[in-house]
């Protein structure tokens, strides 16, 4: 088969990789930019570039009239987005040359926050009180009937690019008013106090065949916003959360009309009530690392099972998942002040990986006991400020890619 991975932030080597190895023609759409990266070259068969990868009406004008004139010559069996950022071009391009796959309205599920919190709401699954940013009297009604604080999202970001948090009536609506015309692309939500998780998952046929729950010992917003250090753990086997996450996991899936495709679910545990309310998702594998994080607690690797996946789907076969292991594992990032930091110190023999990027410091540990992790994840968090390694940046006033 011919895939066509649309992908233009530099990730999915993995899946590239095993797409390949199924015995297809891999095309990679990427950002220009990118051209350098180390991507799997031996895996591609033709690289296609854009010069501007914001999704707009030009980008995607330029994409269907590219995808028309290759496809003169080539046929594109199959179209996969390996970012957040890619779904939407993905679902264009499937719609307009009617490619089977996820199409424009599925889409909105995974990568729009207000469609999700509105679809979620009607499968009846919990969500914490919101508003779209449309009507004068709609929001100031929201504002008068649920307690503050809030905060004020983009609705197709990824992670917490973009994210204000407000404490006030008079707050709320000066941030309102400051996003000018771009007011509808956004959404209010409460803030609800709590444990933020999230479910890394593969679908097949409509049906999870697969997750791994795991809790952010510090939110993204909290690193994103208060220059935290990045850290998540597998939470305990069997437990009542775990199966309180997997079952809303799978509401979500069939509620949103997830088919086939890896998927990254996020939600929160609420200090107030103790219940779990639905925060996003998406279809694609999850970042930071995470899908490592997985893979050395459950022996899966998200990328290259959801190829693995997408050519059974695309050629009629079937699909058999690996055995999975019940390890627990912990990852561990923060931005550096050192461009290669010194990993000496950190030598314990549950390390299973070390980040390699400049000016990042990051390790995965594993182990059969999840209180030998939680142990390494604050071992590791206060040395890596007392030995200087911890940097942080000041979150960006405006989403950016």
Request: charged share 25%; glycine share 6%.
């Amino acid at each position: 088969m011919n895939f066509l991975c649309i992908c233009t932030y530099y990730k999915g080597v993995e899946f590239l990789k095993a797409c390949k190895a199924e015995g297809n023609t891999v095309y990679l759409l990427t950002n220009k930019k990118l051209e350098s990266k180390a991507w799997p070259w031996e895996s591609i068969d033709e690289t296609f570039y854009l010069e501007n990868i914001d999704n707009t009406f030009d980008t995607y004008s330029n994409i269907i009239k590219g995808l028309a004139h290759l496809m003169r010559a080539k046929k594109i069996d199959r179209i996969v987005a390996l970012d957040d950022f890619d779904v939407e071009k993905a679902a264009l391009a499937r719609e307009h040359f009617r490619i089977p796959g996820m199409g424009q309205t599925t889409a909105r599920y995974f990568r729009d926050k207000l469609a999700m919190r509105v679809q979620a709401l009607s499968a009846g699954i919990n969500v914490p009180p919101f508003s779209p940013l449309f009507h004068d009297v709609d929001i100031t009604e929201y504002l008068n009937t649920t307690a503050a604080p809030w905060v004020i999202k983009p609705r197709s970001e990824a992670s917490a690019a973009g994210i204000k948090k407000v404490h006030s009536f008079q707050e709320a609506w000066d941030t309102i008013h400051s996003l000018g015309e771009e007011r509808h692309n956004y959404l209010i939500e409460q803030f609800k106090p709590g444990d933020v998780y999230h479910i890394d998952a593969l679908t097949v046929g409509g049906k999870v065949i697969f997750s791994r729950c795991s809790q952010y010992l510090n939110t993204p917003f909290e690193v994103a916003h208060g220059g935290g250090i990045f850290r998540s753990v597998t939470v305990e086997h069997e437990s009542k959360d775990e199966k309180a996450l997997k079952k809303l996991n799978e509401q979500v899936m069939k509620a949103f009309g997830m088919k086939f495709s890896a998927s990254h679910t996020e939600a929160i545990k609420c200090h107030e009530d103790g219940k779990f309310y639905f925060l996003e998702t998406a279809s694609r594998v999850g970042g930071a690392n995470l899908a490592e994080m997985v893979e050395y607690s459950s022996g899966i690797n998200l990328w290259r099972e959801w190829a693995k996946i997408e050519t059974a789907i695309a050629t009629g076969g079937t699909y058999e998942l690996p055995p999975v292991d019940d390890y627990y594992s912990g990852i561990i990032i923060s931005l550096s002040s050192h461009q290669w930091p010194d990993y000496a110190p950190f030598n314990d023999p549950e390390i299973v990986w070390k980040m390699n990027e400049e000016y990042h410091v990051g390790l995965i540990v594993r182990s059969k006991k999840r209180e030998r992790v939680m142990e390494l994840m604050e071992k590791y968090a206060i040395m890596i400020r007392d030995l200087g390694y911890h940097a942080s940046a000041p979150a960006p006033d405006k989403p950016v890619h």
